[in-house]
């Protein structure tokens, strides 16, 4: 019966691993690369409540670039489709990624 314990907690520990070992950006699809160019600016008050700032009809965030040195200021974004967007109505979501 040990070895059959020993056995069973080994499996245990090998999925275990496996699951844990398997991850996946739930924020970033890079596969949806998407380039918009238009004027930045500030996220007002919204009812979906998700982004820093807007262009064209996209929310917007970036965790590389302060958007606010764009504000006002007509550009080409680079970036990624946030997976699990849109939510209550609200716009798509990206994540910039680069300013040209």
């Known amino acids: ?13 090998l ?10 950006n739930n924020d970033v699809c890079t596969c949806k690369i998407i380039e918009l160019s238009g004027v930045i600016e500030k996220q007002g008050i919204t009812s979906y409540m998700y ?11 970036s965790t590389i670039i302060n958007l606010d040195d764009y ?11 946030i997976e699990g967007y849109p939510v209550d109505g609200g716009p798509e979501y990206i994540e910039v990624q680069e300013i040209k």
């Open 51 to 61: 982004g820093t700032h807007v262009i064209q009809d996209y929310a917007l965030r």
């Open 15 to 24: 999925i275990t691993i496996s699951i844990s070992s398997c991850s996946k």
């Open 71 to 81: 504000i006002n200021q007509d550009v080409v974004i680079v970036g990624y489709k």
């Open 1 to 13: 019966m040990n070895k059959l314990h020993i056995i069973i907690l080994s499996l245990f520990l």
